[in-house]
Protein backbone atom coordinates (compact mmCIF):
# COMPACT_ATOMS: atom_id res chain seq x y z
CA UNK A 1 0.00 0.00 0.00
CA UNK A 2 1.51 3.63 -0.93
CA UNK A 3 0.56 5.70 1.93
CA UNK A 4 -0.26 9.15 0.31
CA UNK A 5 -2.69 10.62 2.79
CA UNK A 6 -1.13 12.74 5.56
CA UNK A 7 -4.14 11.17 8.26
CA UNK A 8 -3.41 6.91 7.25
CA UNK A 9 0.63 7.86 8.05
CA UNK A 10 -0.19 9.52 11.36
CA UNK A 11 -2.21 6.44 11.94
CA UNK A 12 0.51 3.94 11.21
CA UNK A 13 3.31 6.30 12.86
CA UNK A 14 1.70 5.64 16.45
CA UNK A 15 4.62 2.46 17.91
CA UNK A 16 1.64 0.17 19.02
CA UNK A 17 -0.39 0.38 16.33
CA UNK A 18 2.80 -0.39 13.87
CA UNK A 19 3.51 -2.92 16.22
CA UNK A 20 0.11 -4.62 15.82
CA UNK A 21 0.61 -4.09 11.89
CA UNK A 22 3.88 -5.74 12.13
CA UNK A 23 1.88 -8.81 13.74
CA UNK A 24 -1.04 -9.32 11.32
CA UNK A 25 1.90 -8.55 8.98
CA UNK A 26 3.68 -12.17 10.10
CA UNK A 27 1.25 -14.06 12.18
CA UNK A 28 -1.85 -13.10 9.73
CA UNK A 29 -5.18 -12.20 11.40
CA UNK A 30 -6.10 -11.78 14.68
CA UNK A 31 -8.77 -10.68 17.19
CA UNK A 32 -8.39 -7.70 19.98
CA UNK A 33 -7.69 -10.92 22.80
CA UNK A 34 -4.92 -12.64 20.62
CA UNK A 35 -2.75 -9.25 19.92
CA UNK A 36 -3.36 -7.65 23.32
CA UNK A 37 -1.92 -11.50 25.37
CA UNK A 38 1.01 -10.71 22.67
CA UNK A 39 1.87 -7.16 23.37
CA UNK A 40 0.82 -7.13 27.20
CA UNK A 41 -1.63 -4.87 26.26
CA UNK A 42 -5.36 -4.15 27.46
CA UNK A 43 -7.89 -5.91 24.93
CA UNK A 44 -9.78 -2.32 25.31
CA UNK A 45 -6.83 -0.74 24.06
CA UNK A 46 -5.89 -2.80 21.13
CA UNK A 47 -9.49 -2.66 19.95
CA UNK A 48 -9.53 1.26 20.32
CA UNK A 49 -5.91 1.31 18.22
CA UNK A 50 -7.58 -1.36 15.65
CA UNK A 51 -10.08 1.11 14.86
CA UNK A 52 -7.96 3.54 14.15
CA UNK A 53 -6.12 1.69 11.87
CA UNK A 54 -9.35 0.08 10.48
CA UNK A 55 -10.34 4.12 9.86
CA UNK A 56 -7.13 4.69 8.21
CA UNK A 57 -7.76 1.13 5.90
CA UNK A 58 -4.44 0.06 6.99
CA UNK A 59 -6.76 -3.32 8.51
CA UNK A 60 -9.61 -4.71 7.57
CA UNK A 61 -12.56 -7.52 9.29
CA UNK A 62 -12.04 -10.79 8.42
CA UNK A 63 -16.00 -11.53 9.36
CA UNK A 64 -15.09 -14.96 7.60
CA UNK A 65 -12.47 -15.90 10.45
CA UNK A 66 -15.12 -15.50 13.41
CA UNK A 67 -16.79 -18.27 14.96
CA UNK A 68 -20.12 -15.99 15.98
CA UNK A 69 -21.22 -12.63 15.60
CA UNK A 70 -19.28 -11.05 18.73
CA UNK A 71 -16.17 -12.17 17.20
CA UNK A 72 -13.90 -10.01 15.57
CA UNK A 73 -11.11 -10.66 13.19
CA UNK A 74 -8.56 -7.91 11.54
CA UNK A 75 -6.06 -8.74 8.80
CA UNK A 76 -4.14 -6.42 6.69
CA UNK A 77 -5.73 -5.71 3.18
CA UNK A 78 -1.94 -5.19 1.79
CA UNK A 79 1.52 -6.62 2.85
CA UNK A 80 3.18 -3.70 2.52
CA UNK A 81 3.20 -0.42 3.53
CA UNK A 82 5.41 2.76 2.11
CA UNK A 83 5.67 6.09 1.73
CA UNK A 84 7.86 8.99 -0.04
CA UNK A 85 8.35 11.60 2.36
CA UNK A 86 8.60 14.28 -0.49
CA UNK A 87 4.78 13.50 -1.04
CA UNK A 88 4.67 15.43 2.60
CA UNK A 89 6.69 18.08 1.93
CA UNK A 90 6.08 20.65 4.69
CA UNK A 91 3.80 18.28 6.95
CA UNK A 92 5.50 17.23 10.57
CA UNK A 93 3.42 14.03 10.24
CA UNK A 94 6.20 12.55 7.73
CA UNK A 95 8.87 13.89 10.09
CA UNK A 96 7.40 12.29 13.25
CA UNK A 97 6.86 9.19 10.93
CA UNK A 98 10.05 8.92 9.96
CA UNK A 99 11.19 9.59 13.63
CA UNK A 100 9.42 6.91 14.87
CA UNK A 101 10.28 4.37 12.28
CA UNK A 102 14.04 4.86 12.66
CA UNK A 103 13.41 4.42 16.54
CA UNK A 104 11.48 1.28 15.67
CA UNK A 105 14.55 -0.15 13.51
CA UNK A 106 17.10 1.36 16.57
CA UNK A 107 14.82 -0.75 19.47
CA UNK A 108 15.10 -3.80 17.55
CA UNK A 109 18.27 -3.44 16.69
CA UNK A 110 19.42 -2.39 19.81
CA UNK A 111 17.23 -5.64 21.37
CA UNK A 112 18.89 -8.48 19.19
CA UNK A 113 22.10 -7.20 20.21
CA UNK A 114 21.08 -7.61 23.85
CA UNK A 115 19.89 -11.53 23.18
CA UNK A 116 22.36 -12.57 20.73
CA UNK A 117 24.62 -14.11 22.95
CA UNK A 118 22.29 -16.52 24.38
CA UNK A 119 20.57 -16.69 20.91
CA UNK A 120 20.85 -20.25 19.00
CA UNK A 121 24.63 -20.56 17.38
CA UNK A 122 23.11 -20.88 13.63
CA UNK A 123 21.40 -17.64 14.31
CA UNK A 124 24.07 -15.53 15.53
CA UNK A 125 26.15 -16.88 12.29
CA UNK A 126 23.46 -15.79 9.94
CA UNK A 127 22.51 -12.32 11.22
CA UNK A 128 24.43 -9.62 9.70
CA UNK A 129 25.37 -6.08 9.83
CA UNK A 130 27.11 -4.02 6.85
CA UNK A 131 27.22 -0.42 6.11
CA UNK A 132 28.97 0.99 2.69
CA UNK A 133 29.74 4.65 1.48
CA UNK A 134 29.08 5.23 -2.01
CA UNK A 135 29.44 8.02 -4.48
CA UNK A 136 25.99 7.79 -6.51
CA UNK A 137 23.28 9.90 -8.39
CA UNK A 138 20.03 10.49 -7.07
CA UNK A 139 18.67 7.93 -9.67
CA UNK A 140 20.87 5.25 -8.66
CA UNK A 141 20.01 6.02 -5.05
CA UNK A 142 16.54 4.91 -6.15
CA UNK A 143 17.52 2.17 -8.12
CA UNK A 144 19.38 0.78 -5.14
CA UNK A 145 15.94 1.47 -2.96
CA UNK A 146 14.24 -0.58 -5.84
CA UNK A 147 16.45 -3.80 -6.13
CA UNK A 148 16.45 -3.49 -2.26
CA UNK A 149 12.56 -3.30 -2.09
CA UNK A 150 12.01 -6.48 -4.46
CA UNK A 151 15.05 -8.51 -2.79
CA UNK A 152 12.88 -8.48 0.59
CA UNK A 153 9.65 -8.91 -1.41
CA UNK A 154 11.52 -12.02 -3.15
CA UNK A 155 12.50 -13.24 0.30
CA UNK A 156 8.80 -13.19 1.59
CA UNK A 157 7.48 -14.56 -0.64
CA UNK A 158 9.99 -17.69 -0.15
CA UNK A 159 8.54 -17.65 3.27
CA UNK A 160 4.89 -17.65 2.60
CA UNK A 161 4.81 -20.40 0.22
CA UNK A 162 6.71 -22.60 2.13
CA UNK A 163 5.43 -21.90 5.97
CA UNK A 164 8.53 -24.20 7.41
CA UNK A 165 8.61 -24.54 11.25
CA UNK A 166 12.42 -23.19 10.74
CA UNK A 167 11.17 -20.13 9.65
CA UNK A 168 10.97 -17.82 12.58
CA UNK A 169 10.53 -13.74 12.90
CA UNK A 170 13.48 -11.90 10.98
CA UNK A 171 13.54 -7.79 11.03
CA UNK A 172 15.67 -6.45 8.14
CA UNK A 173 16.19 -2.67 7.32
CA UNK A 174 17.90 -0.49 5.13
CA UNK A 175 18.67 2.70 4.95
CA UNK A 176 20.50 5.20 2.10
CA UNK A 177 20.78 8.49 2.21
CA UNK A 178 23.16 11.90 1.49
CA UNK A 179 25.75 11.88 4.48
CA UNK A 180 29.50 13.27 4.88
CA UNK A 181 31.77 10.93 6.57
Given at each position: ?42 V?N ?28 W ?42 E ?6 R ?21 D ?16 P????L ?11 Q?
Amino acid sequence: MEVRDSQVLAAMSHPLRRRLLDMLKLDGPATASVLAEKTGQAVGNVSHHLKVLSGAGLVVEAPELARDRRERWWRRPSDTLSWVTSDFAGDPVAEVAEAVSLDRQTTLSRAWLSEMETAPKEWRDAWFSTDAWMRLTPAELAELNDRMTALFQEFGAKAASDPSTERLPVFVFGRGFRAQP
